[in-house]
C-alpha cells in the first residue's frame, strides 16, 4: 500500500495551493482518509478528515473555513484544497488512511494505518 502526496512548494500568503493524495496497492473507498501536518519545532496535528463516503468531514479550528478535503474514489485520491493560506501553516503534510471501515472521520493519528511520505508546503509572508 503506497500513498504518495503532490502539490506542495512556495506559495505567497493569501495564496491557495491544491494537495493530492494518490493510493495504490488497495481501495479506500470504504475508509476515512486524513490529512495531517507537522510544523517545524511542533508535534504533528490533525488537519482535516473526511469519511468513506465523503459525507462527513472535520476540521481544525486553526484551518476552518480556508481548507477543504475531498475524495475521488474513482480515482482512490483524497484532495486538500487550501485557500488564505497564512505563514503559519507551513509544515509538511501528510496523508493518511485507516484501515478498517467507519462511517465518520478519524482525528487521531493512531487511528490511521497507512501514512504518505510528507509534502512541504511553505507560505511566505
Known amino acids: 500500500v503506497q500513498l504518495v502526496e503532490s502539490g506542495g512548494g512556495l506559495v505567497q500568503a493569501g495564496g491557495s495551493r491544491r494537495l493530492s493524495c494518490a493510493a495504490s496497492?488497495?481501495?479506500?473507498?470504504?475508509?476515512?482518509m486524513g490529512w495531517f501536518r507537522r510544523a517545524p519545532g511542533k508535534e504533528r496535528e490533525f488537519v482535516a478528515g473526511i469519511s468513506w463516503g465523503g459525507r462527513y468531514t472535520g476540521y481544525a479550528d486553526s484551518v476552518k473555513g480556508r481548507f477543504t478535503i475531498s475524495r475521488d474514489s474513482a480515482k482512490n485520491t483524497v484532495y486538500l484544497q487550501m485557500n488564505s493560506l497564512k505563514p503559519e501553516d507551513t509544515a509538511v503534510y501528510y496523508c493518511?488512511?485507516?484501515?478498517?471501515?467507519?462511517?465518520?472521520?478519524?482525528?487521531?493519528?493512531?487511528?490511521?494505518?497507512?501514512w504518505g511520505q510528507g509534502t512541504q508546503v511553505t507560505v511566505s509572508s
Open positions: 493518511a488512511a485507516a484501515s478498517v471501515h467507519s462511517a465518520s472521520y478519524f482525528t487521531e493519528m493512531h487511528e490511521y494505518d497507512y
Open positions: 496497492g488497495r481501495t479506500f473507498t470504504s475508509n476515512a
